[in-house]
């Protein structure tokens, strides 16, 4: 993908609902796209991957999301928020389809309250 | 080793230093990246290291920034005359193969520089 946007860079849900963080992307070719999670003071962590296999990827953690090149988005979900969740979640697309050069979106704060 | 190593975890420096950034990654991988993560900004992409090619450098922002990997392992991210605008985070990731998407990236935990 050429560019990857995160549509919020602030999400605040309450424990227990569901989690829904936008990402949109842009590409001339078939993207492969990623989600990643970066807890505070901590390295970023793979959820889940999407490389033109199944278009609905499940990822770690109860997490999934799905592919849809009509509408050019691959949105994060979760039936169900935990505590735990509340960290900073990045949506990355694949720069130049094959040399390893990841487009990072800005970024979404997920905020969890009890 | 079990996951990429980053050292120092944490570095304060005077402007005008150069620093040195070291990055272990897992063993047996061949791609080794090296991103920046400043404050409020999302990951900007350095430079690549594949195998024994030459690296892409076509993201170090300013002829300060220089970078190697020794016998296809360690890499040493340099930056000298250092400016407050490299205050960031500086993450290091590996891959099994470059460009080979399936294979995923492992990244390390960062060093956080600090210029004053």
């Known amino acids: 993908a050429q560019s990857v946007t995160q549509l919020d860079s602030h999400v605040s849900v309450s424990e227990g609902t569901p989690v829904l963080l936008r990402c949109n992307y842009s590409?001339?070719?078939?993207?492969?796209l990623f989600w990643y999670v970066q807890h505070p003071n901590k390295g970023l962590q793979l959820l889940l991957k999407?490389?033109?296999?199944?278009?609905l990827v499940k990822g770690i953690n109860g997490f999934e999301a799905e592919f849809k090149k009509s509408e050019t988005s691959f949105h994060l979900t979760k039936p169900s928020a935990h505590m735990s969740d509340a960290a900073e979640y990045f949506c990355?697309?694949?720069?130049?389809?094959?040399?390893?050069?990841?487009?990072f979106g800005q970024g979404t704060t997920l905020q969890v309250k009890p | 080793g079990a996951g990429v190593s980053q050292s120092p975890s944490n570095k304060v420096t005077e402007k005008g230093k150069d620093v040195e950034l070291r990055c272990d990654p897992i063993s047996g991988h061949t791609a080794l990246y090296w991103y920046r993560q400043s404050l409020g900004q999302g990951l900007e992409f350095l430079i690549y290291f594949q195998g024994n090619s030459a690296p892409d450098k076509s993201g170090l922002p300013s002829d300060r920034f220089s970078a190697e990997r020794t016998g296809g392992s360690v890499s040493t991210l340099t930056i000298q005359r250092t400016q407050q605008e490299d205050s960031a985070v500086y993450l290091c990731a590996s891959s099994l193969k470059g460009g080979a998407f399936n294979y995923g990236y492992t990244f390390g935990s960062g060093t956080r520089l600090t210029v004053v």
């Open positions: 999407y490389t033109s296999a199944a278009t």
């Open positions: 990355v697309g694949d720069g130049s389809g094959n040399t390893g050069k990841l487009i």
């Open positions: 590409s001339s070719y078939s993207p492969s």
